[in-house]
T-cell receptor, first 113, second 118 residues
Framework: DSGVTQTPKHLITATGQRVTLRCSPR?????VYWYQQSLDQGLQFLIQ???????AKGNILERFSAQQFPDLHSELNLSSLELGDSALYFC????????????FGEGSRLTVL | AQKITQTQPGMFVQEKEAVTLDCTYD???????LFWYKQPSSGEMIFLIY??????QNATEGRYSLNFQKARKSANLVISASQLGDSAMYFC???????????????FGAGTRLAVHP
């Protein structure tokens, strides 16, 4: 158990819909990262937050948005869903100091039908 | 821009043998970190080993070691005495210099799928 909690674990929805994925980082971790892993692909970086502020953006679509709240949990909002958005979405957190190792949640598997 | 390359889409090894998974990287930073993660079929990402760019000795963690060749920009993972449970996807990743206000993101390679045969 990495200490990073993601909900829901599985989600099935239809094209055009909107979903929200939630992440609680490890206690004490200020940074939260979101990654997308499509079938048999590597992990694509979406966005990073540090202590409530957006720190870095990757290949995140305009239909996607995220935020980190004062209690440090984060949400990833995916709207106008398309079939190609079906993927495993990971949240990770990292502690201040250390090596920069990311601790990953178990992921939220999104299926768009 | 930083880049991670894993040229082996799939590898197989006999149980109890050693296997090397290749990883090359590209960065212009002097300070960076290299990581290996394991992803079993269940999907979770498991941290295996870390090597800092200033570390002079190769990192080791149990049966895992990282063969770090800085001049060649390679960071190969060596798994000794392979076990059936080592069958998984393996990802090499890199982070660049500390950004200030949280570490920089990790960039991942495409991964290598390892199959351990009895």
């Amino acid at each position: 158990d990495s200490g990073v909690t993601q909900t829901p674990k599985h989600l099935i929805t239809a094209t055009g819909q909107r979903v929200t994925l939630r992440c609680s980082p490890r206690s004490g971790d200020l940074s939260v990262y979101w990654y997308q892993q499509s079938l048999d692909q590597g992990l694509q970086f979406l966005i990073q937050y540090y202590n409530g502020e957006e720190r870095a953006k990757g290949n995140i679509l305009e239909r996607f948005s995220a935020q980190q709240f004062p209690d440090l949990h984060s949400e990833l909002n995916l709207s106008s869903l398309e079939l190609g958005d079906s993927a495993l979405y990971f949240c990770a957190s990292s502690p201040p100091g250390g090596t920069g190792e990311l601790f990953f949640g178990e992921g939220s598997r999104l299926t768009v039908l | 821009a930083q880049k991670i390359t894993q040229t082996q889409p799939g590898m197989f090894v006999q149980e109890k043998e050693a296997v090397t998974l290749d990883c090359t990287y590209d960065t212009s930073d002097q300070s960076y970190g290299l990581f290996w993660y394991k992803q079993p079929s269940s999907g979770e990402m498991i941290f295996l080993i870390y090597q800092g760019s200033y570390d002079e000795q190769n990192a080791t963690e149990g049966r895992y070691s990282l063969n770090f060749q800085k001049a060649r920009k390679s960071a190969n993972l060596v798994i000794s005495a392979s076990q059936l449970g080592d069958s998984a996807m393996y990802f090499c990743a890199m982070r660049e210099a500390f950004l200030g206000g949280g570490y920089n993101k990790l960039i991942f390679g495409a991964g290598t799928r390892l199959a351990v045969h009895p």
